[in-house]
Every structure is written in structure tokens, then in C-alpha cells.
């Protein structure tokens, strides 16, 4: 899937890592998808693994919460919100996955308005 | 001699992206050796190939090379090497001579998911390889390498948006759409809207807990000295989100960064961020000692011993400028033998405290500063460095 601005989950996922200042107002959308997580605030290069997991996990459960009841999003078929939260957490865990390999696990978790209208 | 030189500087050129220069610059050299002695130019060759080979960038250059020719042929190993997180660097420390090496970071995981109503429980077992290495073992300032399996048990409290109803959530995406549409056309109106929109965001500040067993092995680079390390580690960390809490204002660490924001006008007014709360770490380790000569000649004996550690890490943003986003990060972890024997106190083998701070741009520029000593590093270095990341990417994958 494509990093683009036609997909209600990349918009989401872009004004959620503004909005909790994982990318200032100035990344403009197409330079966001391309940034890799060690780019993104949560992501301390030089802590323990240990401690780069329990950011990933803070982060990844707010977005699930916004995608949920601010987006009004539902789960994929047999997905759960801990699955969810824990297939965020292993994408951003990796600090040369993208922006964009994000919003593709987010999709696969998630159902927003654009796909349920189709 | 003299076409060595060139062949050698064509050789490094090669791996640059900039064929014009390299052609101006060859020609340069072409003509500049045609006036030199045999002795100049052995003298030369020599400097050169050092300078050359104790280049990071130039290994840098040839892993890249390496990663693209898998990506195309090997997409299982390329899936691995991409995941290790491999960087050449220089070592320099005030102790010892410029080293180069390497270093590596690697974590995988399996998910076991727990659901709870008002909190999270996500469990999972974790996998991870960490170290650096350098090519003169002798010359390496952080000689600590680290294996682990861990079982993570993590609690989540908060960080709970509140819900919007069917329209709201509409005009809510529709604002965010003409946001975008403004930013299009360069309408500079549009970092106003950012105000409204963030009306429609309502969120708990969020707080976190994790309870984890872990199994280490913990060795210097060429495994003379290495323990078997099992330890039950505790994480906390917390999240200011919510503007109208007083959380975020106990984030101390970042008011010289919100200051340097200000400044820069990166940020509009002072804003401490909630986002970047520092995350800490507690721990008790049992440590099972394998082969460590210096314990060894002190004690006579590897005797198992238990150690407290403690962990804080901190990353926040310094400043945009232009195109170029600064991050600033920084860790500091603390070791502690519990009822150390006087002769291990005496050479001051009982403590260990390590503390390392960068600043990073997004396009990989970096300088870093690193102090003190991890478990099996010999003396107390005071190490920089300042180099290149590369990002190998992953867009297609």
C-alpha cells in the first residue's frame, strides 16, 4: 500500500504522530512517510531494548485509542486491541522501518470510514 | 607508484555519488604526481591508504553496496542484515587510540496478548543482540556485548482518548482534510487550523508499568570474559498528554530543549513536551560469571553475585532548522555489586556507571558523547564520536 493522502489511515496516522509530537507541524505528509522510527521522538537509539519496547507500547496503545474512538475506526475481522497494539509495537521497534510500513500494519488492524463506505 | 595512488583514490571515489568531481578531482591528482619523488609518493601512498582505511564512511559504503546487492538476490538474509542495525564508526576516547569498528543492535519478538477491561496487558518474549566491536579489540572504549531473552509483562494505565460521536468524527477527518489541502497549494493559513483541530482530541495523561524476566549473556568482544546473567527487571515510564494536566511541567529534563525550540522558533511559544517523559528502568541481576580473569586473580574463585541496576533514557527534539530536524538523546545506566568483597571495592570493580549523549539529524549527521564504563570495560573513557549513519531502507518491503 501506497503512503498517500487517498487513505484515511495515513491521514490519521500522520495528524496522530503531530499530535503527540513524534513529528513537529512543518513535516509536511510525504516527508513523513518516509521517515524511518529512529527518526520519531519515542525512539532512543541509545537506551536498552527493554526501555525503547515500553515506549513503543505507550505510543502504540494511544493510537490505537484515537484510531478507535476518534476516528471511530473497528478492528479487521479476528483482530483484537492488544493484537493491534502489539503488531504497532513490532513495526516500531525496528528503527529503519518507515512511517509508511507503519500505516500497512496499522491498515491491516484497523477498518477506517473510507474502507467501511466502500 | 604514482598510478597506485590514483587507482587508490579512483578505488574510494568510486563509492561516491558525484561523478563530476571525482573526474575533476582525479585529474587534479594526475597532475599534481607527475612532480613527486619516489619517496614523496611512497610517503604519500602510505598517509593515504591510512587515512582511507580508518575511514567509517567508506565500510558504511560497502555494507550499503552489500544490502542493496541482497535486497535484489537474498530477500530472507536481507530481511535480517537490514533488521541488525549494523554502523561503522570511529571510536575516540582521551585513554586510547582511535579505534574503528562497528556496532550492531538486533530485537525480535513473539506476542502472547492478555485483555483486561480498563488496563492493557500485553505480553511477550523478546529477543535482542547488542554490542560494538572494534577491529583492535585492545583499542575498544565500550567493550560490552549482550544477548537476552526476556518474557515482558507490561501495564497500561490512561492515554485513553475520549469519544467523539459519528459527526464530530466527521468534521473532525474533513478539517484534517482541508489541512492537508492548504498545506498543497503552500496556504501558510493552515498551522491555525492546527489549534481547532486539536479541540477535537481530548486524552488521559498515560502511564505505564512493566514487570519482565530476563536471561542475558553479557560478554567482551572476543568472549575472554562473559557471565550468564538471569534478573527480573522493572520498567516505568509516563506520558503527559493531556495540555490541561500539570504532568507534563514535571518533565524537567526538557525545559533547556523547549528554551532552544523557543529560540529557533521551531516551537510558536515554550512548550515542555508530555511526549517525552524519560523512561526508567530497575533491575536485580544474579550474575553467573564463566570465564573472568580479573575476578579470578582477585578472588580465586567465580562466585555467582547479585547486582542492581538502574536505567534512564530521554530523547527529545532540539530544533529544526531548514530542512533538518535535530534530535537530542541521551542514556545513563548504573551497576551495582550487592555485598561486594572489599578486594573487589578496592579496584573499583564493584560499581559501573556509563552515560552516553547525541545529537542526531534525520539525514544520519550525528555527534555523540559517551562516558563512564559498562560491566567489563576496564577504565573510565570519556569517548566521542561524530560520523554518518546510513539508513538502508526498507520502503518496499
Known amino acids: 500500500m501506497a503512503w498517500t493522502t487517498d487513505k484515511r489511515v495515513c491521514k490519521a ?6 499530535g503527540t509530537d513524534q513529528i513537529d507541524l512543518l513535516t509536511e505528509f510525504d516527508e513523513a ?40 475506526a473497528s478492528y479487521e475481522k479476528g483482530v483484537s486491541r492488544p493484537e493491534s497494539i502489539a503488531k504497532m509495537v513490532e513495526v516500531m521497534m525496528q528503527a529503519k522501518k518507515t512511517v509508511e510500513d507503519l500505516s500497512d500494519i496499522i491498515d491491516d488492524c484497523y477498518k477506517f470510514r473510507d474502507e467501511k463506505n466502500r | 607508484m604514482r ?37 614523496q609518493s611512497d610517503s604519500l601512498l602510505k598517509e593515504g591508504v591510512k587515512s582511507i582505511f580508518s575511514n567509517p564512511d567508506l565500510y558504511n559504503d560497502f555494507f550499503r553496496q552489500y544490502v542493496e546487492k541482497l535486497k535484489a538476490n537474498d530477500k530472507g538474509r536481507y530481511t535480517f542484515i537490514r533488521d541488525l542495525d549494523l554502523n561503522f564508526k570511529s571510536f575516540q576516547s582521551d585513554t586510547l587510540p582511535v579505534a574503528l569498528g562497528f556496532n550492531y543492535n538486533y530485537s525480535n519478538s513473539w506476542v502472547k496478548n492478555k485483555v483486561t477491561e480498563k488496563s492493557t496487558l500485553l505480553q511477550s518474549y523478546n529477543l535482542a543482540f547488542k554490542g560494538n566491536v572494534a577491529f583492535k579489540k585492545q583499542f575498544n572504549p565500550n567493550d560490552f556485548l549482550e544477548y537476552s531473552l526476556a518474557f515482558d509483562n507490561s501495564f497500561l494505565w490512561g492515554g485513553q482518548v475520549a469519544e467523539l460521536d459519528e459527526e464530530t468524527s466527521i468534521k473532525m477527518e474533513e478539517l484534517q482534510d482541508t489541512i492537508l489541502a492548504r498545506r498543497a497549494r503552500k496556504d501558510p493559513s493552515f498551522l491555525g487550523l492546527y489549534d481547532e483541530l486539536a479541540k477535537y482530541i481530548s486524552v488521559t495523561d498515560q502511564f505505564a508499568l512493566g514487570i519482565k524476566g530476563k536471561f542475558s549473556f553479557e560478554a567482551n568482544q572476543d568472549f575472554s570474559k562473559r557471565q550468564f546473567v538471569p534478573g527480573l527487571l522493572i520498567t516505568a515510564g509516563a506520558k503527559g498528554w493531556n495540555k490541561n494536566e500539570a504532568l507534563q511541567y514535571f518533565n524537567i529534563l526538557d525545559y533547556p530543549f523547549a528554551l532552544i525550540r523557543l529560540i529557533t522558533g521551531t516551537d510558536k511559544k515554550f512548550t515542555i513536551y508530555g511526549a517525552t517523559f524519560p523512561s526508567m528502568l530497575f533491575g536485580l541481576d544474579y550474575v553467573l560469571p564463566q570465564d573472568d580473569t580479573t575476578r579470578k586473580e582477585l578472588l580465586g574463585t567465580l562466585d555467582a553475585y547479585s547486582r542492581l541496576r538502574f536505567e534512564i533514557g530521554f530523547k527529545t527534539r532540539v530544533a ?78
Open chain 1, 33 to 72: 512517510g518516509v521517515l524511518v522510527m529512529k527518526d520519531l521522538l519515542f525512539f532512543n537509539p541509545h537506551a536498552s531494548e527493554d526501555l525503547r519496547r515500553q515506549e513503543a507500547i505507550i505510543l502504540a496503545s494511544r493510537y490505537d485509542s484515537q484510531f478507535i474512538k476518534a476516528h471511530r
Open chain 2, 320 to 397: 529544526r532548522i531548514g530542512k533538518e530536524v535535530l534530535h537530542f538523546s541521551s542514556d545513563f545506566r548504573w551497576y551495582k555489586e550487592l555485598n561486594a568483597d572489599q578486594v573487589i571495592k578496592d579496584n573499583k570493580l564493584d560499581r559501573s556507571t556509563f552515560f552516553v549523549a547525541a545529537i542526531e539529524s534525520n539525514s544520519g549527521l550525528f555527534v555523540s558523547y559517551t562516558t563512564g564504563k559498562l560491566p567489563f570495560d576496564k577504565r573510565n573513557d570519556q569517548v566521542y564520536s561524530l560520523g554518518f549513519k546510513y539508513n538502508l531502507g526498507n520502503k518496499n518491503d
Open chain 1, 13 to 18: 496516522l500522520y495528524f496522530a504522530l503531530q
Open chain 2, 3 to 39: 598510478k597506485k595512488i590514483i587507482i587508490l583514490f579512483a578505488i574510494v571515489l568510486s563509492f561516491t555519488n558525484y561523478t563530476n568531481a571525482q573526474e575533476n578531482i582525479l585529474d587534479h591528482l594526475k597532475t599534481i604526481f607527475i612532480g613527486l619523488s619516489k619517496n
